[in-house]
């Protein structure tokens, strides 16, 4: 499985931004999904994952209420909708692949990982 993330920019601090996943393979729906971030300085953090069939979701406290994550299987893509968005919420986001169809919060579960796109929050 291939990953690619796009969708990410500069915005103002209450904007909006969504970030897609693309996955190349057939396979894409049998994997959990998950987006991490990683801010300059800092390690990477685990923001939110969905399972194989989109019934199962489960985020970061710090992005609760404020990101949703989803996936199409038809069109192999997983996205996040951030909302009311803050400078803390700034960092290059990556999408990944969970070895199994479930959640998973660690980034040693996944198991394909693909390259992040920037999302800067100004104040």
């Known amino acids: 499985v291939q990953l690619q993330a796009s969708g990410g920019g500069l915005v103002q601090a209450g904007g909006s931004l969504r970030l897609s996943c693309a996955a190349s393979?057939?396979?894409?729906?049998?994997?959990?999904m998950g987006w991490f971030r990683q801010a300059p300085g800092k390690e990477r953090e685990f923001v939110a994952a969905i399972n194989w069939s989109g019934t199962s979701t489960y985020y970061a406290d710090s992005v609760k209420g404020r990101f949703t994550i989803s996936r199409d299987n038809a069109k192999n893509t997983v996205y996040l909708q951030m909302n009311s968005l803050k400078p803390d919420d700034t960092a290059v986001y990556s999408c990944a692949a969970l070895q199994s169809r479930g959640i998973g919060t660690r980034s040693y579960e996944y198991f394909y990982w693909g390259q992040g796109t920037l999302v800067t929050v100004s104040s």
């Open positions: 393979g057939r396979t894409f729906s049998s994997y959990g």
